[in-house]
């Protein structure tokens, strides 16, 4: 390397040769300096400032060939990179080395980054990967059940945990069986899941957020992919759209067997009547790429889910929308801009036997723009704004039958600067955010300081930390007392509410809406135990100062004639606060043949709904995940994935009497004779039950078959069994029959694709 006196920069974006997608997380170094930087998800890098004169750039990835090439840096002029990495082995030394110096410019405080290949490490059922059997591994997350279960995040209900999909909110991810999502996994490019503390970026969810970004099409040849498995079939079609590759689409649709299926293979489930799950995901996209890093995207799709329960009740619902997404790097300036329009509806009804119909819709229109500046010595500025419109409907009836129904429209407009400071001896990373979010329903702009850092006390091991405001306008239809959730509908921040909240001190808080709102803190560290082992702790406190439920105690209508009725029997919602609080501890060990991660997660959830506390069926106490990978062979092509969950046992609400409530009409009735029909239960105040410890094995085996004449042909079996040991975990006791219905037993399972 020589130098001259000035400064440059040196930018790029780096993609795959064999398919034209970018490529995420990449390494680009400056050979002899310490001048570094990492791709972003859309694959570019910045290294502002750089000393002129000629260098020798380094670019690793894994799964690909290391790329080296002599640049020269000019005074005040940009050195514009356009990197296409062959596809082969690097360096292991390469990847550690890097690693080490990235974990010191960047906070990642509760935060988990994955890619499809860490997807494809977790044993799924029917042998067909997805980001939903994933996710239930991360710390701090807690699954309700296999079938029909949520997903709760550190103390976080489904409402509170925003799910994004190339920026974009998707209302319902997962499906009814708790092991699909609505994502296709053959084209995630990369996950990251915020357990809390999130950067100001984020807005209107406050628990946690999990960030998926979508590949485009394949820009140099046509390609696909077909599967089948017990559970779901699956086709995937991409290629070129012009002569000159750069416009590109991609076809991606799954369809569930499940009912059909499952009455010839599992007769055991169900007295034979099989597993009743109907799903359909269609999902499609052209990217058109322009000069350097520019490139416009359109999408669009369609999720659709179906179940009946045990004859009694119907679920339904139905997603769909579409929108843009874009790329734009101005020549002469060293800002990066993204934007996004996109349009989607969600709707959802559960059809209930001599039930009255739940329904519940949503319909959204958004456009957003997101900023970054690279700036001297690892430090960054991020900087955006966006707009939404809503309307919600919604119509339930609680306990004793009385409606409750509320329709609204509104809109909500964001914004967010952050700044990513690194000392000059790297031993502190300072990331200030701030966020503005108005809501117009509430006529309330809030304003959310954000805040997470690192120091890195040795070089080996670091401490970081994180926390902030959060606020959300969206509310669930279900309460948290519900030990079975089928429904589970969105409404915005409600207007039928008391006016007041007690507190537990007995001091009286005055509700001025609404919205949602909590705090987050979180103070955790990591140590590279060795070059392969590493471990990460942390301890997060989470502060819900204000929460809406939905009114289980409702009798009367909210009118001038109940007037003097107390607020809590007769609105429609109920105001709450809470806490969640616990720490989780993972240690990992990554070779290049074995892969071991193990998460030990401990948590406390509870709620205060004005009169006294309660656990909602959430929480749960200590949750652990055991997963595994080991790849082996000659060419490396097994691989072996397991995992096993224990859990322990979730609260409930206990029957603690049994009678038959006297029918009287009149006053000359006698209530001694007039016996009901039916028996009535008296219940526990609260979830003071808890259900059986919840544990199960998962196993798969993988075999990969490369054709010897078509180098792009692969057939891919895999083999596998759900529940090994066909533990019977409850998923609720019909109070009347005592009847158990069980999670799912063990489901030996045999999937097969074939991509060309």
């Not at 040769?17 to 930087?37: H, M, Q, R, W």
């Not at 734009?328 to 993204?338: G, I, T």
């Amino acid at each position: 390397m020589s130098t001259v006196f000035g400064q440059g920069t040196v930018r790029g974006i780096v993609k795959s040769a064999e398919d034209g997608n970018s490529v995420p997380f990449a390494k680009v170094l400056l050979l002899d300096t310490d001048i570094f930087a990492s791709t972003d998800v859309d694959g570019l890098f910045s290294m502002p400032k750089v000393p002129a004169g000629s260098y020798t750039i380094r670019i690793s990835s894994p799964q690909f060939e290391v790329y080296t090439q002599e640049i020269s840096v000019s005074t005040n002029e940009i050195t514009e990179l356009k990197v296409d990495l062959v596809a082969g082995k690097t360096l292991e030394k390469v990847n550690v080395d890097y690693k080490s110096k990235e974990k010191k410019i960047d906070p990642v405080v509760s935060v988990v980054k994955i890619t499809q290949k860490d997807i494809l490490r977790v044993p799924v059922t029917g042998g067909v990967s997805d980001i939903a059997s994933y996710f239930q591994t991360v710390p701090g997350v807690v699954s309700t059940g296999d079938q029909g279960g949520q997903v709760y995040v550190r103390g976080g209900t489904p409402i509170q945990n925003k799910i994004l999909l190339d920026g974009m909110t998707i209302y319902n991810p997962f499906h009814s069986i708790g092991f699909f999502s609505v994502f296709e996994t053959d084209l995630i490019k990369s996950a990251d899941i915020y357990t809390g503390g999130f950067n100001a970026k984020y807005g209107g969810r406050i628990s946690s957020i999990m960030d998926v970004t979508y590949r485009d099409g394949n820009s140099k040849r046509f390609g696909g992919k077909i599967g089948v498995s017990p559970f779901t079939s699956s086709l995937l079609l991409e290629g070129p759209l012009s002569k000159a590759n750069n416009v590109s689409f991609v076809l991606a649709g799954k369809a569930s067997l499940l009912e059909e299926t499952s009455k010839a293979l599992y007769p055991y489930i169900n007295e034979g009547e099989g597993l009743p799950f109907n799903f359909m995901d269609l999902y499609g996209k052209v990217s058109v790429k322009g000069d350097g890093s520019n490139k416009v995207s359109m999408f669009g799709f369609s999720f659709n889910d179906q179940v009946t329960y045990q004859a009694v009740s119907n679920l339904n619902w139905n997603s769909y929308g579409g929108g843009a997404n874009f790329i734009f790097v101005p020549q002469n300036s060293e800002l990066f801009m993204k934007g996004r329009v996109n349009y989607s509806k969600y709707d959802i009804a559960l059809k209930e036997e001599n039930l009255p119909d739940r329904t519940s819709g949503i319909v959204g229109a958004e456009m957003a723009f997101d900023f970054t500046y690279y700036l001297p010595g690892k430090s960054k500025l991020d900087y955006g704004f966006g707009f939404n419109i809503f309307r919600t409907e919604f119509k339930t009836f609680n306990e004793v039958n009385r409606p409750i129904e509320v329709n609204s429209n509104t809109n909500e407009a964001g914004a967010y600067v952050s700044y990513r400071h690194v000392s000059k001896n790297r031993l502190f990373i300072l990331e200030p955010s701030m966020r503005f979010q108005a809501y117009s329903s509430v006529g309330q702009i809030t304003a959310e300081p954000r805040f997470s850092g690192k120091y890195n006390v040795t070089e080996k091991f670091r401490l970081k930390a994180a926390g902030g405001y959060f606020t959300q306008n969206f509310t669930s239809t279900t309460s948290d007392q519900d030990v079975v959730n089928l429904f589970y509908g969105f409404i915005t921040a409600p207007e039928n509410i008391p006016s007041s909240l007690v507190q537990p001190d007995g001091n009286v808080k005055e509700i001025r809406n609404g919205l949602q709102k909590a705090w987050h803190a979180i103070f955790g560290g990591e140590v590279d135990l060795s070059r392969n082992v590493s471990l990460q702790f942390e301890a997060y406190y989470k502060w819900f100062t204000q929460m809406t439920n939905i009114n289980r105690n409702k009798i009367f209508e909210d009118n001038v004639a109940n007037s003097q009725e107390d607020d809590i029997y007769k609105k429609d919602f109920i105001i709450e606060s809470g806490q969640a609080y616990g720490g989780d501890v993972v240690l990992t060990y990554n070779s290049q043949k074995l892969y071991i991660w193990a998460v030990y997660s401990l948590g406390k959830v509870t709620r205060w709904n004005g009169f006294n506390y309660y656990s909602p069926v959430f929480d749960r106490r200590h949750n652990i995940n055991l997963v595994s990978s080991y790849t082996f062979g000659k060419k490396r092509d097994w691989e072996l994935t397991a995992r096993w969950n224990l859990g322990s046992g979730l609260p409930f609400r206990q029957t603690i009497g049994v009678y038959e409530e006297p029918v009287v009409t009149n006053i000359n009735d006698n209530y001694v004779t007039g016996n009901a029909n039916e028996i009535s239960f008296l219940y526990d105040s609260q979830n003071n039950g808890r259900l059986p410890t919840y544990h199960r094995f998962d196993l798969n085996l993988k075999k990969t078959f490369e054709a010897k004449k078509y180098k792009n042909l692969k057939w891919e079996v895999v083999t596998g069994v759900t529940n090994l040991y066909s533990r019977e975990n409850i998923f609720y006791v019909n109070r009347v029959t005592n009847e158990k219905v069980y999670q799912l037993p063990i489901m030996p399972s045999l999937a097969v694709s074939l991509k060309f």
